[in-house]
Structures are given as structure tokens and as C-alpha cells.
């Protein structure tokens, strides 16, 4: 028996692995990198007080040791590099789709996302888009003036995009799909009380899922939740942040 009880919190749920996980590897790196070893340094020099709402020291301890296994997942089982899937997965969030349903992103939108994040140079930009376009992942290409006025409401400006194409879309649910199955293989392990545990926190994990891209992507709210309002039930998390 599958932990989640209908088929409307299972797209609920798989659609919250999907955007966390773009951000736990991607923005959430940049975080951990920059802000988190400060905040360490501060609480374990009692600067900063533990209560009973502090984040337990597990937490940390599992993201240590998730971060490296996401990467052995995406490196040996799926035949990608993280940045390689990362930037896959940037165009699936934030590409706008074209007449055939695939998603496109300006390519100097792409450009000011590595450079900003991950500090690369135009140069190693160009030569990963290229090695990208070599494995059948994204095309290249240009859009016309009206294309891109469909698109992305201006037609004035860089027409340079690229395109998530089938095969790249394929290698995202790959990885997504080796995860699954680490979760479903766990959740069998476990005994009937921590099933029972898992099940009854699961709308805990798709409230605060929601809740994250309502705060942080609102514009991405409708898109990702069509089927009903994502407002109700979250206010209370709001009014915490």
C-alpha cells in the first residue's frame, strides 16, 4: 500500500520533490555554501540560543549527507553531471513553453544564472549549452521577433534561446525516478508505526511545499497548483517567515 492516499496528493507531492529538489541543489547549495556556516559558528558559540523550535542538529547532519549521494545518483545512475541536471531542470521551471510544449529560456537569462550562481565564465557557459546540445539534452537557437514577443511579452532584445528537448526532459525524470525508488525502498523497511507516521506528515510536507513556492515564486503559484487556490492553510507559515 502506497504511502499516499490519492492521486490528487501524489502529483501534489511529486510536483514538491521536483521543485525542492531544483532548489536543494541549486539555490540551496549557494545557501549552505554562503549563510549556513555562519549561522553554525554563531549557535555553537551560544550567540545564538537553542530553544525548542531551533532546527535539530540531524537536519544538518542529513543534508552533509544527502547532498553527496543526490550527486553519486545524478553522476552514476542517471550518466548526467549535477550542473548538467540542474541546468536541465532550470529550463523545465522556469522555460516558458512554445507551440509544441516545450520549454524555452533566453539564452542571456540562462547565462546571468550561471555566471550568478555557480560564477562561471561566458566562455564555460557557451562550452556547457554546447556539450549539452552534443547529448541531444537542449537546442540551440534563435527565436524570431514575434516568437519571442509570444513568448515572453517583448519582442525588442537578445532572440538567442534554448530549448529543453525530449531527451532532456527524459533525463530529469530519470533521476526523479531513482529517488522514488530509494524513498518506496525505505518506506518498506520501515515498521507499521513509521508508515503510519510518514503517511499522517505528508500534508505537513505539501503545505509547507506550497507554501514556499507561493512565497518565493508567486508567479509560479497558478502554474504549478492550477487545480485549486494554494493560499488556503498557508498563512499561518507565512506569518512565521
Given at each position: 500500500m502506497?504511502?499516499?492516499?490519492s492521486?490528487?496528493?501524489?502529483?501534489?507531492?511529486l510536483?514538491?520533490f521536483q521543485?525542492f529538489?531544483?532548489?536543494?541543489i541549486?539555490?540551496?547549495?549557494g545557501f549552505l555554501?554562503?549563510?549556513?556556516?555562519q549561522?553554525m559558528i554563531?549557535?555553537?558559540?551560544n550567540?545564538?540560543k537553542?530553544?525548542?523550535?531551533?532546527?535539530?542538529?540531524?537536519v544538518?547532519h542529513?543534508?552533509a549527507?544527502?547532498?553527496?549521494?543526490?550527486?553519486y545518483?545524478?553522476?552514476?545512475?542517471?550518466?548526467?553531471?549535477?550542473?548538467?541536471?540542474?541546468?536541465?531542470?532550470h529550463i523545465?521551471h522556469?522555460g516558458k513553453p512554445?507551440s509544441?510544449?516545450?520549454?524555452?529560456?533566453?539564452?542571456?537569462d540562462?547565462t546571468r544564472?550561471?555566471k550568478?550562481?555557480?560564477?562561471?565564465s561566458?566562455?564555460?557557459v557557451s562550452?556547457?549549452?554546447?556539450?549539452?546540445?552534443?547529448k541531444g539534452?537542449?537546442l540551440?537557437?534563435?527565436?524570431?521577433?514575434r516568437?519571442?514577443?509570444e513568448?515572453f511579452?517583448?519582442?525588442?532584445?537578445?532572440?538567442?534561446?534554448?530549448l529543453l528537448?525530449?531527451?532532456?526532459?527524459?533525463?530529469?525524470?530519470?533521476?526523479k525516478a531513482?529517488?522514488?525508488?530509494r524513498f518506496?525502498?525505505?518506506?518498506?523497511?520501515?515498521?507499521s508505526a513509521?508508515?503510519?507516521?510518514?503517511?499522517?506528515?505528508?500534508?505537513?510536507?505539501?503545505?509547507?511545499a506550497?507554501?514556499?513556492?507561493a512565497?518565493?515564486?508567486?508567479?509560479r503559484?497558478?502554474?504549478?497548483?492550477?487545480?485549486?487556490?494554494?493560499?488556503?492553510?498557508?498563512?499561518?507559515?507565512?506569518?512565521?517567515?
Amino acid at each position: 500500500m502506497g504511502l499516499i492516499s490519492s492521486d490528487e496528493d501524489n502529483k501534489t507531492l511529486l510536483r514538491f520533490f521536483q521543485d525542492f529538489l531544483f532548489f536543494g541543489i541549486g539555490e540551496f547549495l549557494g545557501f549552505l555554501k554562503t549563510a549556513l556556516p555562519q549561522v553554525m559558528i554563531q549557535y555553537r558559540s551560544n550567540a545564538m540560543k537553542p530553544n525548542s523550535n531551533d532546527l535539530p542538529e540531524e537536519v544538518f547532519h542529513a543534508v552533509a549527507a544527502l547532498v553527496p549521494r543526490l550527486i553519486y545518483v545524478a553522476e552514476e545512475e542517471c550518466g548526467v553531471d549535477p550542473i548538467e541536471l540542474l541546468v536541465l531542470w532550470h529550463i523545465r521551471h522556469f522555460g516558458k513553453p512554445n507551440s509544441e510544449g516545450q520549454n524555452v529560456v533566453l539564452r542571456h537569462d540562462l547565462t546571468r544564472v550561471l555566471k550568478q550562481n555557480f560564477h562561471y565564465s561566458d566562455a564555460n557557459v557557451s562550452k556547457l549549452i554546447e556539450e549539452l546540445q552534443e547529448k541531444g539534452f537542449v537546442l540551440r537557437a534563435t527565436l524570431s521577433a514575434r516568437e519571442r514577443g509570444e513568448l515572453f511579452g517583448d519582442q525588442d532584445g537578445s532572440k538567442l534561446m534554448v530549448l529543453l528537448r525530449p531527451l532532456g526532459d527524459a533525463k530529469i525524470e530519470q533521476f526523479k525516478a531513482a529517488l522514488r525508488s530509494r524513498f518506496d525502498k525505505w518506506s518498506l523497511d520501515q515498521s507499521s508505526a513509521i508508515r503510519l507516521a510518514t503517511r499522517k506528515f505528508l500534508p505537513v510536507v505539501i503545505r509547507f511545499a506550497r507554501w514556499l513556492v507561493a512565497h518565493y515564486e508567486p508567479e509560479r503559484e497558478a502554474l504549478l497548483y492550477p487545480e485549486s487556490t494554494t493560499s488556503s492553510g498557508l498563512e499561518d507559515l507565512g506569518k512565521q517567515s
